[in-house]
Nanobody, 123 residues
Framework: QVQLVESGGGLVQPGGSLRLSCAAS????????MGWFRQAPGKEREFVAA????????TYANSVKGRFTFSRDTAKNTLYLEMNNLNPEDTAVYYC????????????????WGQGTQVTVSS
């Protein structure tokens, strides 16, 4: 049974930092794309960052570029998202996902999802 389990969310002040982790189990994801999405209250789920194992390249949403860093430890089957200089607009539930999407920034094609971890940026 495939499981993705996120952790590391919490409450942080504007300008602060958090590091999210996603532990994957149940299969090997070496040939999969893995990524992070987020969903704010009343909004659609949106892409944050992702990586294709085949190419090694990392794609970021423009809104997080330069502030968030995606990393992936294939040996540990674990995904990370280092988030710096957080602002209230980053408040959302953050989800990790794995799959073989045709377009890495779209939700369609990601077959596996975690339960999400809440990130709240507020003073």
């Amino acid at each position: 049974q495939v499981q993705l389990v996120e952790s590391g969310g919490g409450l942080v002040q504007p300008g602060g930092s958090l590091r999210l982790s996603c532990a994957a189990s149940g299969r090997t994801f070496t040939n999969y794309a893995m990524g992070w999405f987020r969903q704010a209250p009343g909004k659609e789920r949106e892409f944050v960052a992702a990586n294709r194992w085949a190419t090694g390249s990392i794609t970021y949403a423009n809104s997080v570029k330069g502030r968030f860093t995606f990393s992936r430890d294939t040996a540990k089957n674990t995904l990370y998202l280092e988030m710096n200089n957080l602002n209230p607009e980053d408040t959302a539930v953050y989800y990790c996902a794995a799959g073989r999407p045709a377009y890495i920034m779209t939700i369609r094609g990601y077959d596996y999802w975690g339960q999400g971890t809440q990130v709240t940026v507020s003073s």
